[in-house]
């Protein structure tokens, strides 16, 4: 089944400990997000991917890292977590460039990941 | 800078009903809009997408159109039924962006048995 998958699903930490929520893709799609939903704001993105190796800021990065070892995985990592980085988190990915000059194709969207930093 | 705004914020109406639910957007420079689906628990669906040069998009009871020049997209849900329930969001590609979507907030469905 082609898919998104998100890991953890559910995590509460405490600030300043470091973690990792992991995406991964079975569908070799080129271009991979992470976005972040807080109540009334919608969607933003953090952080995007256009291919391996090529990552670039999105509207509210700070505070996050990516990288984009594999086509497969696009990790964001939250090196110092505080509290305003509660929220639901989604990782999206696509085979071309949703919005752009060369793409209409969907995103397919993983099932989120609520994180609590107390 | 492309907002997204998304009116109202909730809606609750009877099963059967026929709905309307509303998108502006400020920036006409769109390439396409989605419109998607989002149940509790669960990621996001996409429902519809309008391409920039269309003005409606159509999928069983639900209709999506697009206006540009007035800066808006509707979504029409014939005949509501309770499994319709969910958040619905509208998001927009920008032309010539390497972005991906610009997202509204949302409007938050309830269809009442």
């Known amino acids: 089944e082609a898919q998104v998958t998100q890991n953890p699903r559910y995590l509460i930490t405490v600030t300043g400990k470091k973690l990792t929520v992991t995406c991964s893709q079975n569908?070799?799609?080129?271009?991979m997000s992470w976005y972040r939903q807080d109540p009334g704001l919608g969607l933003r993105q953090i952080y995007y991917?256009?291919?391996?190796?090529?990552?670039d800021k999105g509207d509210v990065p700070e505070g996050y890292k990516v990288s984009r070892k594999e086509k497969r995985n696009f990790p964001l990592i939250l090196e110092s977590p505080s509290p305003n980085q509660t929220s639901l988190y989604f990782c999206?990915?696509?085979?071309?460039?949703?919005?752009?000059?060369?793409?209409?194709?969907?995103?397919?969207f993983g099932a989120g990941s609520r994180l609590t930093v107390l | 800078k492309q907002e997204v705004t998304q009116i109202p914020a909730a809606l609750s109406v009877p099963e059967g009903e026929n709905l309307v639910l509303n998108c502006s957007f400020t920036?006409?420079?769109?390439?396409?809009l989605q419109w998607f689906r989002q149940d509790p628990g669960k990621g996001l669906t996409s429902l519809l997408l309008?391409?920039?040069?269309?003005r409606e998009q159509t999928s069983g009871r639900l209709n999506a159109s697009l206006d540009k020049s007035s800066g808006r997209s509707t979504l029409y849900i014939a005949a509501s039924q309770p499994g319709d329930s969910a958040t619905y969001l509208c998001?927009?590609?920008?032309?010539?962006?390497?972005?991906?979507?610009?997202f509204g907030s949302g409007t938050q469905l309830t269809v009442l048995p």
């Open positions: 999206a990915s696509s085979s071309r460039q949703v919005g752009g000059a060369t793409g209409a194709n969907v995103l397919t």
């Open positions: 569908m070799n799609h080129e271009y």
């Open positions: 309008i391409q920039s040069s269309q």
């Open positions: 920036d006409s420079a769109i390439y396409n």
């Open positions: 991917s256009m291919n391996v190796e090529v990552t």
């Open positions: 998001a927009v590609g920008l032309s010539g962006s390497a972005r991906q979507l610009t």
